[in-house]
């Protein structure tokens, strides 16, 4: 008889970007921190990225965190953030979702009101803050990972699009900054696919003429992001509204505005003075979602200038599966997947 082997999924989206919460049937992984962890993932186990991700189970555009136990006992659980480019370190709308995940499952107990714990990411801990009102989970504030400008204001000529201008912010990742309407754009849905391409040429003409590395972690890799800014709308004292649009892969704009995204956006403004600790931003998607971002303090590293920062979003449950693995399916391959699939079944809820 072949063993079936199945995968339990929670579905969740923040701000329109799906992320796959894998709750059960993956085996304890090596490692002594969440980080280490992730790491043998990426060059042990890239198989259940890959398969969440691609055909016929999922689209690139779609997100998976692991939950596994955490390594530091203050953290209520670690998790894994997997995405069509890799393994980002921490990820703001992967945070959220992963959070509404802990509480929709047990793991923390929903408190009325507003209830703080921590997550362990492949970044370190991270603060969470939830809102819950009559059992619903209607707001989590996590910590952005202290974000500062690299490179303002730097030209480029880019091949179809001339000169651009931009400024490149670590908030997680390396984000080029640009303006949307210097280059005729005013981030609206129908222009999706342009901006793609448009992002993807700036970027390949970047990482082709130079690196980044960061001041303490050094070379985390070629840049990956670019984040379009709209013009800034004062809405009120100490609250600023912008549209914005991320790219972070060949092809893919995220439907949310993204919290490293919006960290990045912080670090831009801090560096440019229009903005002060205690001040926050909205930034509002394609799709009309949005995050908060509020900048906490900044504090000299150095040369820089680093934004500590908070993010806020909702969460929403979508769907809860299991994913059945056909390891004679074609097109699944489970060479770099079998070895962690437990054979181990969660018993039927009563």
């Known amino acids: 008889m072949k063993q079936e082997l199945t995968i339990q999924l929670m579905d969740t989206h923040a701000g329109g970007d799906v992320s796959r919460i894998v709750t059960g049937g993956i085996m304890p992984l090596p490692g002594n921190s969440v980080r280490a962890q992730m790491e043998y993932l990426r060059d042990d186990a890239d198989g259940l990225r890959r398969l969440l991700l691609e055909e016929p189970y999922g689209i690139p555009e779609m997100s998976v965190d692991l939950l596994v136990p955490p390594t530091d006992p203050r953290a209520a659980a670690g998790y894994i953030i997997m995405e069509v480019m890799g393994y980002p370190i921490y990820s703001g709308s992967n945070t959220i979702c992963t959070a509404t995940a802990v509480l929709e499952t047990g793991i923390v107990p929903k408190q009325e009101g507003k209830q703080q714990f921590m997550l362990e990411s492949p970044a370190g801990l991270v603060q969470i803050e939830a809102t819950v009102r009559d059992g619903v989970v209607e707001a989590i504030t996590c910590e952005g990972l202290p974000s500062y400008i690299h490179t303002y204001r730097a030209t480029i000529d880019v091949p179809s699009l001339g000169e651009v201008t931009y400024s490149v912010a670590y908030s997680g990742g390396f984000y080029a900054l640009v303006d949307a309407k210097a280059l005729g754009f005013d981030l609206t849905l129908d222009e999706e696919r342009t901006l793609a391409q448009t992002a993807h040429a700036i970027v390949e003409a970047i990482t082709a003429e130079r690196g980044f590395s960061h001041y303490t972690l050094g070379d985390v890799g070629p840049l ?121 079944h969660p018993e039927p809820e009563a």
Do not use: W
């Open 224 to 344: 990956p992001f670019l984040h379009f800014m709209g013009p800034v709308e004062h809405v009120a004292e100490g609250y600023f509204r912008s549209r914005s649009a991320t790219y972070v892969h060949p092809g893919v704009i995220c439907r949310s505005t993204t919290g490293t995204g919006t960290s990045a956006r912080l670090a831009l403004m801090n560096y440019e003075n229009s903005i002060k600790p205690g001040d926050r931003l909205e930034t509002i998607s394609l799709r009309e979602t949005g995050f908060i971002g509020q900048l906490s303090a900044v504090e000299q590293e150095g040369e820089y200038q680093v934004v500590k920062n908070n993010i806020t979003g909702k969460g929403y449950v979508i769907a809860r599966s299991d994913i059945v693995v056909n390891c004679d399916d074609p097109m699944v391959t489970c060479a770099s997947l079998r070895h962690i699939l437990s054979t181990q």
